[in-house]
């Protein structure tokens, strides 16, 4: 359908509730004010609300939960866009003069049969393999939907003793070291004056679910701008605060929602962490340092900073978080010889031998640092965008007018950022739609684009 109106401009061609007996389809489009749709790097959903006034026959009556709800937008990019969505609440409702106004809150398919499903079987193979297998099954969530994976180094079998689909996701993540310039292969185990070793690397992954499908990705492929650890090539918008200019590209509000914080940094272990491990097969205890200005160049950051800053990498020369964790080799090693790979008789025959230096202290970093720098910003329309997406943002220069001649451009902080949250806003009664963008990044400064 076209749509020949501004950047904020949508149609809203279709919206019906599915009778979950009769399978008859009610239009909700005469009653509806307002649809807001959100996405989250965080949550392996997507959800959605609508709000409805119903002056005629009444669906707010017919509705039980779990109706099937489809939805199909036409933006200013004269694309249409499709959603199948299910019932799972409906809230704030009233009546007046015998008109009922009420909200309509949607969600995934997949999260409702996620709370209804309990996993017990042991299951064995890389993390991603298994976020997959968990996903498709179809005696499981039984997904229809794309899945995106970042592949894994290493193996594990875990016994989810009842826990859902969703929540053993969750957990594979903390324990998930990429294929692409993984830190086993990066480590320096090399033991130090005080009996110490330095550990190296980047773990850390995340699970959500966006308009494309279910990702399982670590945090430096959608961090990527350079294809260092990812071979696709990523399309990169652009958005301008431009205050004389409403077109798609245009940032119409800018929030600065984190920035330097040392003190938080410094009690999480963001820069310098360590971690004494016991292995309770052969009685070793060791010690394990992580700097991350040592392992900066095995990463990928969206700034153009090549380092940490002259006062993170002072403050960091020491580890300002202690963690402590019991390893076991042998757990679910069946060989005759030895399953640590660091012991001197080891054969290479320990398809799941404990990666806990290589992911515990890493994951935990990269995850903080991932949100060294956060904005907010408010564009029109952008359909098309997604959470986990890569955007470039360019902001003027916050100094007087005669600097200005200079540079217009605040090098600090404009450049790529990741996008963590979205939220959208179609209003019924103007026709047009914003899109709301939770932005994050690990290090400041714009890279300079080949």
Known sequence: MQNNNSAFSYVLTKLDLIDAV???PWNLLPGVQAITYFESISDPYISANIRVVDSGESVVNQIVGGEDVHMSIAGPDEIEYHYILKVYTINDRSVSNKIQTYNIGLISAEALTNEAMKVSKTLSNRPDIIATELLEDEKIINTEKDIFTTPCKNNVKIHPNGKSPFQIINSLCNS???????NVSSSNSSTTANNEKSVGGSA??????????????????????????????????????????????????VNFESEINLIHALRLGTYALQLQTYDISSGNFEVYNYKVHEQWDNQAHLGSQEKLNVMQQKL????????????????????????????????????????????????????????????????????????????????????????????????????????SKLSRFFDQRTQEVTTVLKLNRDSFGIQQTE
């Not at 720098?373 to 220069?397: A, E, H, K, Y």
Request: aromatic share 10%.
């Open 316 to 419: 960091s020369e020491h580890p300002t978080r202690i963690l402590s964790t019991i390893v076991d080799h042998e757990k679910n090693y069946m060989g005759r010889y030895h399953g640590d790979p660091d012991d001197p008789g080891y054969k290479n025959d320990n398809n799941f031998w404990d990666y806990s230096k290589h992911h515990i202290v890493q994951n935990i970093s990269r995850n903080f640092m991932l949100n060294t720098q956060g904005l907010r910003i408010d564009v029109p329309g952008n359909l098309d965008l997604c959470v986990g997406d890569v955007i470039n943002v360019i902001l003027p220069s916050s100094v007087s007018e005669d600097q200005k001649l200079d540079n217009r451009i605040d090098e600090v902080n404009s450049g790529f950022y990741l996008i």
């Open 176 to 182: 998930s070291i990429s294929a692409v310039n993984s």
């Open 204 to 253: 850390g992954y995340v699970f959500f679910e966006n308009y494309k499908g279910y990702h399982f990705k670590s945090i430096d492929e959608l961090c990527d701008s350079k294809g260092k650890f990812s071979s696709d090539n990523k399309t990169i918008k652009t958005f301008i605060d431009h205050p004389n200019d409403t077109g798609e590209d245009t940032i119409i509000n």
């Open 22 to 24: 009769s399978k008859k």
